[in-house]
């Protein structure tokens, strides 16, 4: 109350002189300002602070998160290469395996083919042989035959006795018939 009268007295004086400072109203004003700071720092500034901090805190968290993903994404990156390189392996070994059995079983047909030809080589040449000896002794009857009728004639009987067809038996199998390849 004691402002009030000094505001109240200063004013009476001041008015007499034309352009005067009225305390009382100085005082009023810084007063309503002071006020009006304190609710505005109370209902405004602490609110926006704390929307200020909120936003701060998740925009450093979605910093963080960025920096966690961007580590993540690398190191999938990295996981990628590493089992693509993997794969690349496996599917060289694989390829140099599936080689390596083709080219047994190659090599595995191509013996069973040259087996398979020796045989048959082998069976030809004994089928030749047994038809050359078939055809040597069935020439060699013949040949006998031939030679009894022709001693038949010569002597002029008939030669028909198993031991005269013996006997040129024996000499054709001691002179031999001459082998159309030269062998006896």
Same mark, same amino acid.
């Given at each position: 109350?004691?402002?009030?009268?000094?505001?109240?007295?200063?004013?009476?004086?001041?008015?007499?002189?034309?352009? /005067?400072?009225?305390?009382?109203?100085?005082?009023?004003?810084?007063?309503?300002?002071?006020?009006?700071?304190?609710?505005?720092?109370?209902?405004?500034?602490?609110?926006?602070?704390?929307?200020?901090?909120?936003?701060?805190?998740?925009?450093?968290?979605?910093?963080?998160?960025?920096?966690?993903?961007? $580590?993540?994404?690398?190191?999938?990156?990295?996981?990628?290469?590493?089992?693509?390189?993997?794969?690349?392996?496996?599917?060289?070994?694989?390829?140099?395996?599936?080689?390596? #059995?083709?080219?047994?079983?190659?090599? /595995?047909?191509?013996?069973?083919?040259?087996?398979?030809?020796?045989?048959?080589?082998? $069976?030809?040449?004994?089928?030749?042989?047994?038809?050359?000896?078939?055809?040597? #002794?069935?020439?060699?009857?013949?040949?006998?035959?031939?030679?009894?009728?022709?001693?038949?004639?010569?002597?002029?009987?008939?030669? /028909?006795?198993?031991?005269?067809?013996?006997?040129?038996?024996?000499?054709?199998?001691?002179?031999?018939?001459?082998?159309?390849?030269?062998?006896?």
């Amino acid at each position: 109350m004691h402002l009030l009268a000094i505001a109240a007295a200063t004013a009476s004086t001041s008015e007499a002189s034309g352009l /005067s400072i009225n305390f009382f109203w100085i005082i009023v004003a810084a007063l309503n300002f002071i006020i009006f700071l304190v609710l505005i720092w109370r209902f405004a500034f602490d609110p926006i602070s704390r929307i200020l901090a909120d936003r701060r805190a998740r925009i450093d968290e979605g910093l963080a998160d960025a920096e966690q993903a961007r $580590k993540d994404r690398a190191a999938a990156v990295a996981e990628r290469e590493r089992v693509i390189n993997e794969a690349r392996r496996e599917a060289s070994a694989l390829v140099a395996a599936s080689q390596q #059995a083709a080219q047994q079983l190659r090599d /595995s047909d191509i013996a069973a083919t040259k087996a398979e030809l020796e045989r048959m080589r082998e $069976k030809a040449l004994a089928d030749i042989a047994a038809e050359r000896d078939r055809a040597l #002794a069935e020439l060699r009857g013949q040949v006998a035959d031939l030679a009894l009728e022709a001693a038949g004639k010569v002597v002029g009987e008939t030669m /028909s006795s198993a031991r005269q067809r013996r006997l040129v038996e024996e000499f054709l199998g001691d002179e031999g018939v001459a082998d159309p390849r030269g062998t006896n």
